[in-house]
């Protein structure tokens, strides 16, 4: 019903800076919350941020002061701005979408496959 696709990832030196894109496609009209996860090898995949449908932000400890997360839904589009980048950031970083269960939403979440964020020291 939803389809998510990341785009924006690649290799860059500690201190830079980077923006994800994740385009959305499909019943838009059903999404409720989006975010960013990511999952570095041999660990859990973790939120680095969340935005609500009415705007509200929350952020990972790790990442708060240096992420911006924001959308723009007319272009149906989730954002991830990434300053003073950390060796520690490095992992992949998925885009979630949460729907609605009413109408004819389905009610589930949707995941993108992926883009590799690699972050030198």
């Known amino acids: 019903q939803v389809q998510l696709v990341e785009s924006g990832g690649g290799l860059v030196q500690a201190g830079g800076s980077l923006r994800l894109s994740c385009g959305a496609s499909g019943h838009t009209g059903c999404i409720t919350a989006m975010g960013w996860y990511r999952q570095a090898p041999g660990k859990e995949r973790e939120l680095v941020a969340g935005?609500?449908?009415?705007?509200?932000?929350n952020y990972a400890d790790s990442v708060k002061g240096r992420f911006t997360i924001s959308r723009d839904n007319a272009k149906n589009t989730l954002y991830l701005q990434m300053n003073s980048l950390k060796p520690e950031d490095t992992a992949v970083y998925y885009c979630?979408?949460?729907?609605?269960?009413?109408?004819?939403?389905?009610?589930?979440?949707?995941w993108g496959k992926g883009t590799l964020v690699t972050v030198s020291s």
């Open positions: 935005i609500t449908g009415g705007g509200g932000t």
């Open positions: 979630k979408a949460d729907t609605r269960s009413t109408g004819l939403c389905y009610g589930m979440d949707y």
